[in-house]
């Protein structure tokens, strides 16, 4: 049912960034994930990603592998790792109530509707979204007799070969593929109760995901991100890349006063925002979370706050993780770029609480 899980009680997680590969393994102690290490290797002086992978670029990321897995040294030979949200699919569907067998057998035929890619190409995840109805009221308890809402979630197998050529030159392989927004929604939301809607800002793409209680119900991506954030202020105040990126790590607040600039990358997700908010209608929203390398500029949470009227607040991924602040180096302050790493590494802890 999922698309693909460890047994050893550590946990690694692998997330393939448009900058640097990251890397977390947390260890299973009473239930509760503590973290053991963390590394990253960055990947920025390699080349731009090319609009398909090629053979020579999946070679060099290849070999920035091995020098990560050099430095880290994980005690496990299991990975998960993520898959670009914009790869996958995430739809929730109306099926006929039957049990959980029945319904395997089901999708097989039925979730040709939803997706729109030959099942030979892709692999399809599901999940019962409304197992529980405890706590529904009367009119959705005698919805729920008739049909349940299950979320499907599909990637290209050809994802899964391309990931498994990265890591042959390495003693750890694959053992499962996740969704990065799915990762992200672990890491930062967990099971909290109520709607959230993150806003995973990347290098050069930005997530935007709604996850009630806990289940990721939308998925949006955008090829915006941090490196058009940095060459607004290279236009803006006309200086080099290099300035631009110290300026924006600074703690310069470019959203108001004598250093403030236009940021129309931000417009156009701020207006992919507001088109997921449109859907949601009267479905309140317990706040915006921001999360990723890209959304520690001063100001951003001010200013989604205005054009959104959410409470807009940072995702803390180390939340869900116990550590040493004395002895884990630069995590606190590295922990938004890792979200997507510790949220594919939490993936089998809390699976088998």
Same mark, same amino acid.
């Given at each position: 049912m999922s698309f693909f899980s460890s047994n050893s009680g550590y946990s690694l997680g692998v997330d393939f960034g448009t900058q640097s590969i990251k890397a977390v393994e947390l260890k299973s102690v009473k239930g509760k994930a503590h973290l053991v290490n963390y590394a990253w290797v960055n990947v920025t002086n390699i080349k731009e990603i090319p609009d398909e992978y090629d053979n020579d670029y999946a070679k060099l990321l290849s070999s920035a592998l091995v020098e990560l897995f050099r430095q880290m040294k994980p005690h496990t030979k299991d990975a998960t790792v993520a898959i670009p949200s914009f790869n996958g699919l995430v739809v929730i569907a109306d099926f006929p109530r039957m049990s959980e067998k029945e319904l395997a057998n089901a999708i097989k035929f039925e979730s040709r509707k939803y997706i729109p890619a030959s099942l030979d190409d892709v692999n399809v995840s599901w999940e019962i979204l409304d197992k529980d109805t405890k706590k529904n009221n009367k009119a959705e308890k005698k919805q729920q007799k008739n049909t349940m809402k299950v979320l499907l979630v599909a990637a290209p197998k050809s994802e899964v070969?391309?990931?498994?050529? &990265?890591?042959? !030159?390495?003693?750890?392989?694959?053992?499962?593929?996740?969704?990065?927004?799915?990762?992200?929604?672990?890491?930062?939301?967990?099971?909290?109760?109520?709607?959230? &809607?993150?806003? !995973?800002?990347?290098?050069?793409?930005?997530n935007i995901v709604l996850v009630n209680k806990g289940i990721v119900h939308v998925n949006r991506s955008v090829d915006i991100g941090g490196a058009n954030i940095t060459n607004a202020i290279m236009k803006g105040m006309n200086i080099t890349r290099e300035k631009a990126v110290s300026l924006k790590e600074s703690g310069e607040n470019f959203f108001t006063g004598a250093a403030k600039i236009g940021f129309p990358s931000l417009n156009a997700i701020a207006n992919e925002i507001k088109r997921v908010l449109a859907i949601q209608k009267s479905d309140k929203i317990e706040a915006l979370v921001l999360c990723g390398g890209g959304s520690k500029l001063t100001g951003l949470a001010e200013y989604f706050g205005q054009i959104t009227g959410l409470n807009v607040i940072m995702g803390n991924p180390l939340s869900h993780v116990v550590y040493d602040g004395q002895k884990s180096g630069r995590i606190e302050e590295l922990g938004s770029a890792f979200a997507v790493a510790i949220g594919l590494a939490l993936r089998d802890i809390q699976e088998k609480k």
């Open positions: 070969q391309y990931y498994d050529g &990265l890591f042959k !030159d390495v003693d750890v392989r694959v053992k499962s593929l996740e969704l990065e927004s799915f990762a992200v929604a672990r890491s930062v939301v967990g099971n909290a109760d109520g709607r959230f &809607l993150l806003v !995973d800002f990347g290098a050069k793409t930005t």
